[in-house]
C-alpha cells in the first residue's frame, strides 16, 4: 500500500466535477475491496446512497455497526449516526463520516450543560433518579447518551419509542424526553398519555418554563426541540392531497408535527415509509411527509408499478446537513484510505462510549 506523508486535502476534490468522482469512488472501493464498508441512511442523495453496501434507518444502521468485520466503516449519514457507529463497532474498527459539518440541527437543541441543568432543576422540585427516567432520541450527541447511561435511562429511534417508552414507565414514574418533542408527544399519545400530562419543557426558562404543580402531574416532559425539516408539513397540505386523491393515503415521520401525525393514515420510521409504500397494491397514490431525498427516490421505484408519491410540502424540504456528504467528499476520504490516511475519523471518547453503550445496549434490548 503506497503511504503518502501527508493526507491529500479536500481542496484537491472541492472543485472535482460528479462523473470524475463517482469513477474515483469506484476505483477507490475496487482497491479497498472487504477492507471497507459504506452505510447509507435513506436521506442521503441517489449520487452517494448508490455507493451504500447497506441503507436503512437509525435503528437497523446501528444494528448493522455489531456485526461488520470491515476495518473502516464509511458512514453516509450525520453526525450522531457515526458517533453510534463507532460506539457499536469494536474498537479496532475505524469510523469516518465524509464532512464532519453533517450534524443534525435537532440533536443541536440539546447539549450536555442544558441537560445537566435541567436535571438539577427537576431534581429541586423531586428525586430525579428516583422519579424520572431520562429517554434521548438517538439523534443526540453522544455525551447525551452518556447522561442517561448513568441516570438509569436510555435512548429511542422513531421505530421504537412507544415500546422504549413502555420500558422507561417500568422504571419510574416520569419520562424526561429530548430532544424531539414531537416524536415524545406521538409516542406517549400512542400509549394513551393525555396531552396535558406531556408539557413541555423549555430549557432555556427557569424550571423549563413549569410551575412545581405541572411538573408533579407531568408523565413526559417533552424538551423543546424539533426537526426543521419534517416541522414544515402541515395539516393543510394533507387536505389539499385528499381532495385530489380522496383515495389517496397518507404516511408520515413522527418527527412531523402532531397535527399532521394524527391526519396522517401511517406514521412511522423512514424504513416503515418505505417498506409499507413499497409493499402496497399497485396504482395506489400516497402523500409522504418526510425527508426530500426519500420522497423522491421512492417516487422514481414505485413509478412501473403506477404508483403515485407525492412529497407532502410545496417548499424543498432537504436535509440541508444530510445534503453535506456529497460524492467530492466521498471519494475524498476513499483516496485517503487507499493511500493509508484516515481523514474524518469518529471517536467517541472511551468514558463517555461506555456510558453510551450502555443505554444502546438496553435500547437493542428492550425493542
Ligand atoms: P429514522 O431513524 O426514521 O431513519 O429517522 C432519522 C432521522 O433523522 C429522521 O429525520
Ligand atoms: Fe436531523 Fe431533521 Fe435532518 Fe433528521 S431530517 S437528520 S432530524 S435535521
Known sequence: MQVHAAPIQFDHFQSKKNDDCQARILAARKKLGKRLVILGHHYQ????YRHADFSGDSLKLSKYCENLDAEFIVFLGVHFMAEVADILSRPEQVVILPDLAAGCSMADMANLAKVERSFRELNNVLNFDETITPVTYINSAADLKAFCGEHGGIVCTSTNAPKILDWSFKQREKVLFFP?????????YQMGIPLEQMPIWDPDQPQGGLTIEQIKNAKILLWKGHCAVHQM????????????HPDGQVISHPEAPFDVCLNSDFVGSTEYILKTVSEAAPNTKWLVGTELNLVTRLAEQMQPQGKLVQFMSHVVCECSTMARIDPQHLAWVLENLVDGNIVNQITVPADEAVLAKLTLDRMLAAS
Open 45 to 48: 442523495h441517489e449520487s452517494v
Open 233 to 244: 408539513f402541515r395539516p393543510q397540505n394533507i387536505e389539499q392531497f385528499k381532495q385530489v
Open 180 to 188: 424531539d418533542q414531537n416524536l415524545g408527544r406521538w409516542s406517549g
